[in-house]
């Protein structure tokens, strides 16, 4: 059916009047950027989540990191079927099934999963950035509270809160059956619930609960927290010619997590200001409906550009991921074979190669085995002279990312 066709059929209400600009806008953001940064996305977070979940990756940041990543290709997914899809028709009169059939039937449901994995994605990261600032200022308590059981019970609780915070989502649209009297052609079409949507729910929940819970909370803690790390991450670069090769690899893993924290500002900037505009503005929102598209890719860029990351700053990640997907990589290239000064026994010890060399790895080890459980290990601390001073560098060696997501707007 070509666009001509398509405007003269049955059409719901909210298509009545809209410019062949605003769909052609819609087109481009939409229809072509976001699926096509969507697709990629889905694939590189299916990768992050394979090599995050090898065994030598294995600890409680990366547990968080699986979590996610799964919150990422949630929310993906659903900004390509409620976003992506639907901006193709309106444009070039395909996919006109979808449109009207199969998409305003997916809206009621995936439209609250997308805002749960969206806050899931906010909070997670927070949880993230949190478990780093404890061992970088206080290291001894991170063996305690940094553990794979504790990442797994944040991973539910912040699910919980999310399904919770997210429950009203679930009753604000509804699905209305239009029909065409003379065609009898007959159409699905999506509208908000006004009975459930009165003003109080709209600029309390809506507006500033949104703003306050999603963005000021989440992005001044983010903030706070992660200037401590910079600032310890700046005073190791101030040492790094007397740094060991491995301390300059762990170095360069505390700057993927600061990548990693400075695209998700830089890509969530314009969802902050249009929600803030949405509170303050009011009705005259409507005229800055560009806005909330290039918003919405800026959240689908940052929701898929965390594979790249991980492998551009992250050595072990790369390393495994060449090892899984790379045929004919040597033995070397393995994390097994790979020339390291150090290594990370079963117990969460780290114990030098040396040690291995002068034949006193046996006792170590014994040790380590002594230990009935993994815990973190701190390694080079720094003279104690000020309370974030205890900081080693290899306890920056993962990092958080938010996902934080704008307004998912019918």
């Known amino acids: 059916m070509n666009s001509t066709a398509a405007a003269a059929a049955l059409e719901c209400s909210t298509d009545v009047g809209v410019s062949a600009r605003d ?12 699926n096509a940064i969507g697709a990629a996305g889905l694939l590189g977070n299916a ?61 009621p449901y995936a439209y609250p999963l997308a805002n749960v994995a969206q806050t899931m994605s906010v909070y997670l990261t927070l949880i993230v950035t949190v478990e780093r600032w404890v061992a970088v200022c206080h290291p001894f308590r991170a063996k305690a509270l940094c553990t794979s059981s504790r990442a797994r019970w944040y991973v539910l609780g912040t699910a919980v809160f999310a399904f919770i915070y997210n429950a009203p989502k679930f009753l604000e649209a509804e699905v209305v059956e239009e029909r065409d009297i003379e065609t009898g052609e007959v159409i699905y079409c999506v509208q908000a619930d006004m009975r459930f949507r009165n003003e109080t729910y709209v600029a309390v929940y809506i507006h500033w609960m949104y703003l306050v819970v999603m963005y000021i909370v989440p992005f001044s803690l983010l903030a706070a927290l992660n200037a401590r790390i910079v600032r310890q991450v700046r005073r190791a670069q101030a040492e790094r010619a007397r740094l060991s090769r491995v301390q300059r690899r762990e170095l360069g893993l505390a700057t993927m997590l600061l990548v990693v924290v400075l695209v998700f500002f830089l890509c969530n900037l314009l969802p902050l200001v249009t929600n803030a505009f949405e509170v303050f503005l009011g009705d005259a929102f409507d005229n800055l409906d560009p806005l909330v598209k290039t918003s919405n890719l800026l959240v689908t860029i940052n929701s898929s550009v965390n594979f790249v990351i991980y492998v551009i700053f992250g050595e072990k990640f790369k390393r495994i991921f060449l090892k899984l997907f790379c045929a004919g990589r040597t033995r070397r290239d393995s994390p097994e074979h790979t020339r390291d000064d150090s290594f990370a026994s079963g117990a969460g010890e780290r114990v030098s190669l040396r040690l291995l060399r002068n034949g006193t ?36 060696e993962h990092t958080s990312r938010t996902n934080g997501a704008s307004r998912l707007h019918f």
């Open 361 to 396: 790895l046996r006792r170590s080890r014994g040790a380590a085995g002594r230990r009935r459980s993994p815990a973190p290990t701190v390694y080079y601390p720094a003279p104690p002279a000020t309370p974030c001073t205890e900081v080693s560098l290899a306890s920056l």
């Open 23 to 34: 769909k052609l806008i819609r087109f481009v953001v939409h229809g072509v950027m976001l």
């Open 47 to 107: 990768l992050a989540v394979l090599v995050l979940s090898r065994p030598q990756m294995r600890s409680s940041i990366n547990c968080l990191l699986v979590g996610l990543a799964a919150c990422d290709t949630l929310l993906i997914l659903t900004s390509v079927l409620l976003f992506g899809l639907t901006a193709v028709y309106p444009y070039t009169g395909a996919l006109r099934y979808y449109y009207y059939h199969v998409c305003p039937r997916l809206t």
